[in-house]
C-alpha cells in the first residue's frame, strides 16, 4: 500500500510563500542586535539523514522561534489559543516566565484536557476552555479577549514576522541542505526554511490540518495517512512528538535534513482533576 497517497487532509496546489514578503537579507535586519538566550542546535546525523535536534529544548524549538516576538510585546499579558496538540504554547510558558509576563491560554473543550494542554496549566498559566464548533471560532474569541484585556494576541503556529525572522538567522547558520523535511501544520518553519535556504528541496508531512492557499510555498506536501491524534507507526532514532515530528521521518531518505521541533511532552498533573468540558455557549 503506498501510503503517500491516503489523503486524510488536502493541500492547496497554490506555490505562493505568503510569508516572502522580505527577503532572507530584510528578515534578518528586522531582528537587529538580538540574540538568542537558547544554544545554537544539535546536529546529528542519524541513519544517513541529517537531524536538527530540537527536541533537545525541554520545550522544543518553537521557544527559539518565539523569543523575540515575546521580547518585542510591551504588554504584560500574552494571549494564544492551545489546540489539544500543539508546541507553540508549550513554549511560550517558558518564554512568559523568561520575560516577566503573564501567558492566558483558550483551549478547546473536551472530556478530558490533553497532555499538552495540561502541561501549560501545570507551568502556570491562565486557561479558559470553550465549546467550539471549529478552531476558528476560538481564535477570534481569544482575539477579542485580548483587545478588551488590552493583552497581545498572537495567531496560531507563532505566525509573526519575527517568529520567521528567527528562523532564518539559526537557519543561515546551518550549511543548506539538499533537501528538508519537516511536519507541516501552520507552515511557519517550513516557509522560514525556503525563505533561508533557496536553492533546498522543500518537503513536507501535513499531519493536522488542510494546507491553504499561500501555507505551501514551493514545498512538496504529503498528506499523513494516520489522523492526527495517532501516534505514528515508525518512530525515528531519537526523542520525537510522536503524534506530529515524529510522521515524517518515515518519508526521508540518506543526505536529507530533518526538523525535528520537539519530543513527546508529559504533564505531571493528574488529568482528571482538570474540568476541561463544557456545555454550548
Given at each position: ?18 510569508d ?8 534578518l ?60 504554547g508549550?513554549s ?24 499538552h ?49 528567527s ?29 533561508a ?52 521521518w518515515?518519508?526521508?531518505k540518506p543526505?536529507?535534513?530533518f ?19 463544557r456545555k454550548?455557549?
Amino acid at each position: 500500500m503506498d501510503r503517500s497517497r491516503i489523503q486524510k487532509f488536502s493541500i492547496t496546489a497554490s506555490s505562493i510563500n505568503k510569508d516572502a514578503v522580505y527577503s532572507k537579507e530584510e528578515y534578518l535586519d528586522l531582528l537587529g542586535n538580538f540574540e538568542s538566550s537558547f544554544d545554537e542546535p544539535v546536529i546529528e546525523v542519524h541513519e544517513g539523514r541529517i537531524v536538527v535536534r530540537e527536541d533537545l529544548i525541554e520545550v522544543g524549538s518553537k521557544a527559539r522561534m518565539g523569543e523575540a516576538l515575546v521580547k518585542s510585546i510591551k504588554s504584560d499579558t500574552i494571549v494564544y489559543v492551545q489546540p489539544r496538540f500543539g508546541f507553540a504554547g508549550i513554549s511560550l510558558t517558558k518564554l512568559c516566565k523568561l520575560y516577566g509576563k503573564k501567558l492566558v491560554l483558550f483551549m478547546p473543550s473536551s472530556k478530558e484536557v490533553s497532555e499538552h494542554q495540561a502541561y501549560c496549566i501545570e507551568k502556570g498559566c491562565e486557561y479558559h476552555f470553550y465549546r467550539i464548533a471549529a478552531m476558528p471560532n476560538l481564535n477570534i474569541i481569544a482575539k477579542k479577549w485580548a483587545l478588551e484585556n488590552g493583552a497581545y494576541f498572537i495567531p496560531l503556529g507563532l505566525k509573526h514576522e519575527l517568529v520567521t525572522a528567527s528562523i532564518i538567522k539559526v537557519a543561515s547558520k546551518i550549511i543548506e541542505p539538499p533537501a528538508f523535511w519537516t511536519a507541516f501544520s501552520t507552515g511557519v518553519l517550513n516557509r522560514a526554511l525556503q525563505i533561508a535556504w533557496p536553492n533546498a528541496q522543500a518537503n513536507g508531512v501535513a499531519v493536522s490540518r488542510n494546507v491553504q492557499d499561500g501555507e505551501r510555498g514551493r514545498a512538496n506536501i504529503i498528506s499523513h495517512y494516520r489522523d492526527f491524534s495517532q501516534d505514528s507507526l515508525i518512530q525515528p532514532p531519537f526523542p520525537s512528538a510522536s503524534n506530529y515530528d515524529a510522521k515524517v521521518w518515515e518519508y526521508t531518505k540518506p543526505g536529507d535534513l530533518f526538523w525535528n521541533v520537539a519530543g513527546n511532552i508529559k504533564s505531571t498533573i493528574i488529568k482528571s482533576t482538570i474540568k476541561s468540558e463544557r456545555k454550548w455557549n
